[in-house]
Nanobody
């Protein structure tokens, strides 16, 4: 049973920083893409950033220059360093990972339970 567990959310003032972590555990043969998505109240879930096992990275335009995604392949963990936070960054942040549990199985997408990030003075 594969699980993704996020941590690091919280309340921060505008201009502040937070670092999110997401660790995958269970039966894992390989992980291809890991990423972060977010969902604000009353809005659809949206893409924030992704990183491949080879280190290729993509960001949504609104976070470029402020957020940094990284991963530790040995620990099956992805991070999101968020700087210069704005009130519009307030959302539940979800971790996503495409995982192959055995060499013979296909890749399956998994989601974490979400962690709340609130940017407010």
């Amino acid at each position: 049973q594969v699980q993704l567990v996020e941590s690091g959310g919280g309340l921060v003032q505008p201009g502040g920083s937070l670092r999110l972590s997401c660790a995958a555990s269970g039966s894992i043969f390989s992980i291809s893409v890991m990423g972060w998505y977010r969902q604000a109240p009353g809005k659809q879930r949206e893409f924030v950033a992704t990183i491949t096992s080879g280190g290729s990275i993509n960001y949504t335009d609104s976070v470029k220059g402020r957020f940094t995604i990284s991963r530790d392949n040995a620990k099956h963990t992805v991070y999101l360093q968020m700087n210069s936070l704005k009130p519009e960054d307030t959302a539940v942040y979800y971790c996503n990972a495409y995982i192959r549990e055995t060499p013979l199985r296909g890749t399956i997408g998994y989601w974490g339970q979400g962690t709340q990030v609130t940017v407010s003075s």
